[in-house]
């Protein structure tokens, strides 16, 4: 066993390793809030072969004034956890309003975000912790052609400015990239095609009562669903999928079975994407709830594709 261990497997030659995009959009104090943190760093000790790409959001993002923002002491730590761990990759958030964000606005949060590097944190030692980012995480893009150009220029924008950071420039549409922006494939590290629900109930709301789940213009997700990103294994390698919202019915609460998390995981990881994600409820708790806990999802992901 340990000597194969130097010759590289066969799935690894065939192709690339999926890794999790973890929206971990939860403000890390609180009791609550830090064991889900904590449980991702556990998740990201506990299998050093998986990439993690975490999305770091500091209320919905830049602009921040003064850069870093006054909030950074509560993040230091772990934004230093997860840079001090070489399988997790820090990518900053930033909405782009269905990509028609002023272009200048847009621009200068990713600079805000390149220009972050030590923080003192709640110490007197400047560089006590390492805050620098990997990449960025761009929301609410929209593939419609008319905005290719401005898609473009923003995607270059961002992988010029971090590209000695080693991390994912990542668009997120939600769905698939609409026909004549399939440049894009070749300038973003991965976009993110399906973000969807798992479950057909509808019931949960948001703050505001905003749906979570509406019925009627979003596909629940099945194992079938990652088959509708087409067969170009090159656009497969660089699309993420994020499912939220797992369980089977919200009122009467019904939770989702572990068997059938892993046969959606199992889905998502054959198509041979370049990430993703299950979550139990949202992006802004329930990380550690079951079935599709932080701790379950990356067991599955590294279990699935032989990894440590
Ligand atoms: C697209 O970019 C151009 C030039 O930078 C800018 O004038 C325009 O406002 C942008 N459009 C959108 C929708 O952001
Ligand atoms: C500040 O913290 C860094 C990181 O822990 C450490 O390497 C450095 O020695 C500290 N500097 C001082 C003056 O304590
Ligand atoms: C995109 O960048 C190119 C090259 O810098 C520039 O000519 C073009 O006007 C830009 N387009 C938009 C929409 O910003
Ligand atoms: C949702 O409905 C589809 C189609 O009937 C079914 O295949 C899928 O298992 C259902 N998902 C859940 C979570 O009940
Ligand atoms: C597959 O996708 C890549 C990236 O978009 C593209 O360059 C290539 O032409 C596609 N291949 C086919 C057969 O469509
Ligand atoms: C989410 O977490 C809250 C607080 O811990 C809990 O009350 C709720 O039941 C959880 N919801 C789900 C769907 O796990």
Redesign the pocket.
Known sequence: MKSSACLPALATVASATVGLLVPLYEYPTGTTATADWNALIAAVDAHPQLPFYVVINDGNGPPFSPNPPSSMPDWAEWIDALNKRSNAKTIGYIYTTQSTRDYATLTAAVDQYAAWT?SAGF?T??????IHLDGIFFDEIDTDPTKLANNTNLTKYAKTAFASRGGPIVLNPGTAVESGSESLFDLADSILQIETCYTNSTGATDPGNILRCPTGGYKPFTPSLPASLGTNATRLGKSSIVVHDVYQTWSPFEAASLSSLETDIQSVVSAGVHSFYFTTYGYTANFTSSPASITEVAAYAAQIQNLS
């Open positions: 030590y110490t030692n400047a560089t006590a912790y390492d």
